[in-house]
């Protein structure tokens, strides 16, 4: 996150109160599956429920915060320090205890 503070914004303009760039950081702990898709255009894509938790955890998230869920809490709460967000409504997941790393 710290980078993204000596990153400016293309052209130099100002967007929402800032000159750099924002980016918001959802993380999810879990079981993921990947693999090559596409013939012509090959990609390589990460798939299942872990991926879309974390993408949900960064769309329900703030800009220069890292959103986590409790399961990534439960794995990272000795190593780092976290504020509890609280029960949310997550989209597709329903009621889900979030936290916010502190950075």
């Known amino acids: 996150l710290e980078v ?4 400016p914004i293309p052209g130099g303009r ?3 109160g800032t000159k750099h760039i ?3 950081i959802g993380i999810h702990s879990g079981t993921a599956h990947s693999g090559v898709v596409g013939e012509k255009m090959p990609r390589y894509c990460f798939f299942g429920d872990t ?3 974390a993408s949900r955890m960064e769309s329900h ?3 220069m915060v890292i959103h ?3 399961t990534t809490y439960e794995h990272l709460k000795d ?5 509890d967000y609280g029960e949310r ?4 997941k329903g009621q889900m205890r979030t936290y916010i790393a502190e950075v």
């Open 4 to 7: 993204c503070k000596r990153v």
């Open 14 to 16: 100002e967007h929402m």
């Open 22 to 24: 924002q980016i918001r």
């Open 51 to 53: 991926v879309n938790t």
């Open 61 to 63: 998230g703030f800009p």
């Open 68 to 70: 986590v869920s409790n």
């Open 79 to 83: 190593k780092a320090k976290f504020h």
């Open 89 to 92: 409504t997550i989209k597709g």
